[in-house]
């Protein structure tokens, strides 16, 4: 199932003043941590899977790759990577992940941006994405932890007087549809174990180079509500190669 509420108006219009959608990079919590993990882009074509606004198409160009096509569902997130967009080198395409079916050997790097949770089945993206990477190509991705998918809601639990006790975790195992609410809307997810995100890279033919749960950068936490995000992983990152 093909999941887009980024082109229902009230929600994008919603997520446009989110702050990574205003601020871009410098504004979300995990780029520092995914930055380090990102390869050299020089020279290098460059794949990018739920593009959104575009923010790591930019960088990739800016930093010297040679050709950046970013792929997304949403017409709405396409525009306005379009309209952000000042390099020839970079485009976009209106595409879902599991429409994926590039030739061989056509990228070096494959980058995804918290948008494999909204895919049902990772093998199957694995998969799409083993086929158009070069060998010993770079595949690194960022997806909401699986102990923040885990319950379905994504809130905290509170007290009497609204202040936050601890996290749910819940169902773990029962990986599947989860039903989020993010900017006061109804939004369906997938979780996935860790070992799920794990193991199908294995049985992929990928190597696994780096794993990291991010917390976030001394310059947001005066930001409301980051300081909480000590408390439990919100982020999995994963960087992986292709076999030769």
Not at 99 to 123: C, E, K, R
Request: aromatic share 14%; with cysteine; hydrophobic share 35%.
């Amino acid at each position: 199932m093909v999941e887009n509420e980024y082109d229902n108006d009230d929600f994008f219009k919603a997520y446009s003043k989110f702050p990574r959608s205003v601020d871009g990079l410098k504004a979300a919590g995990e780029w520092p941590t995914f930055q380090k993990m990102l390869p050299d882009f020089k020279d290098k074509r460059v794949l990018d899977v739920g593009c959104g606004f575009g923010w790591h198409d930019l960088y990739a160009a800016k930093n010297g790759a040679k050709s950046v096509l970013g792929i997304d569902i949403s017409e709405n997130m396409l525009q306005v990577a379009q309209e952000k967009n000042h390099y020839d080198n970079v485009h976009y395409q209106k595409m879902a992940m599991e429409d994926i079916a590039f030739p061989q050997n056509s990228f070096d790097i494959v980058i995804s941006s918290l948008a494999l949770h909204y895919t049902p089945d990772f093998n199957d993206i694995c998969q799409r994405i083993k086929n158009c990477l070069t060998p010993n190509g770079n595949f690194i991705f960022s997806v909401e932890h699986p102990i923040f998918t885990a319950y379905g809601n994504q809130d905290w639990f509170y007290d009497e007087n609204g202040k936050i006790t601890c996290w749910p975790v819940d169902h773990y195992f029962d990986e599947g549809e989860r039903i989020a609410n993010f900017l006061d809307h109804k939004v369906i997810k997938y979780h996935k174990t860790l070992t799920t995100y794990v193991n199908t890279l294995i049985q992929n033919n990928f190597t696994i180079t780096e794993l990291q749960e991010p917390t976030p950068p001394a310059h947001l936490l005066d930001v409301p509500g980051m300081k909480d995000e000590f408390r439990r992983p919100m982020m999995l990152l994963i960087s992986a190669k292709s076999s030769k």
